[in-house]
């Protein structure tokens, strides 16, 4: 489990793709004064295991489809990459739940800064939109981040200086795609009215018996 919270950037040092996975190696510093063989590593979001590392970098695996299926498809030599630990048993929940498993991708169709804030407006399939609500939580590349805006094709956050200057949202221009990750209670919530039995109480209903 994570936070949303990242700590530090990362560059992609080397990329080995075989037919049946792959192998990201980032060079990094603040997260491998504490780290071991088997710690989970949210890169760019997405939930990582790590199976090697020295005093410079660490090496994780990505299994195809994590790899088709996010923004892991864009990465090259030197990269960056937003990194952040699982959360700790006596770690402080600074941004929201997050899991590490992203539910698909999104495309920044606009960028507008304002004196206190950078807006971002995405856009992405209905899918993820329908867990959406505003105010609520959304994860974009590992970042926790609170939605202003919601539409039929699109929704907007506004990213604070600090945020902004520490990951790597600094560097997404127009068209850049991002991994998203829903938060964990909108899809339990929905998970529970798509088992629930409908109800026979309708607005048409209400409306005839004077509500």
């Avoid at 990094?28 to 949210?42: E, M, P, V, W, Y």
């Avoid at 970042?143 to 907007?156: M, P």
Wanted: charged share 20%; net charge neutral; hydrophobic share 35%.
């Amino acid at each position: 489990m994570f936070t949303g919270i990242i700590e530090e950037i990362g560059k992609v040092e080397r990329i080995q793709k075989d037919s049946r996975n792959c192998k990201l190696s980032i060079k990094a510093s603040k997260i491998l004064t504490d780290i071991h063989l088997g710690d989970s590593i949210a890169v760019n979001g997405i939930c990582l295991t790590v199976t090697h590392f020295n005093h410079q970098s660490f090496t994780v695996d990505v299994m195809n489809e994590t790899w088709s299926r996010t923004a892991l498809t864009l990465l090259k030599h030197g990269s960056e990459v937003n990194l952040e630990r699982a959360l700790s048993v006596n770690g402080r929940l600074g941004g929201h739940v997050v899991t590490g498993h992203i539910d698909g991708t999104g495309k920044i169709s606009s960028i507008k800064k304002d004196d206190n804030a950078v807006w971002y407006q995405i856009n992405t399939q209905k899918e993820i939109l329908d867990l959406i609500v505003e105010k609520g939580s959304i994860t974009i590349d590992g970042i926790s981040l609170t939605v202003a805006k919601v539409s039929k094709v699109n929704f907007s956050v506004s990213v604070i200086p600090h945020t902004w200057e520490q990951t790597i949202l600094k560097s997404k221009q127009v068209g850049s795609t991002v991994n998203l990750e829903n938060d964990i209670l909108g899809k339990y919530v929905q998970k529970l009215m798509d088992n629930s039995p409908k109800s026979e109480i309708s607005k048409e209903l209400l409306y005839q018996n004077g509500f």
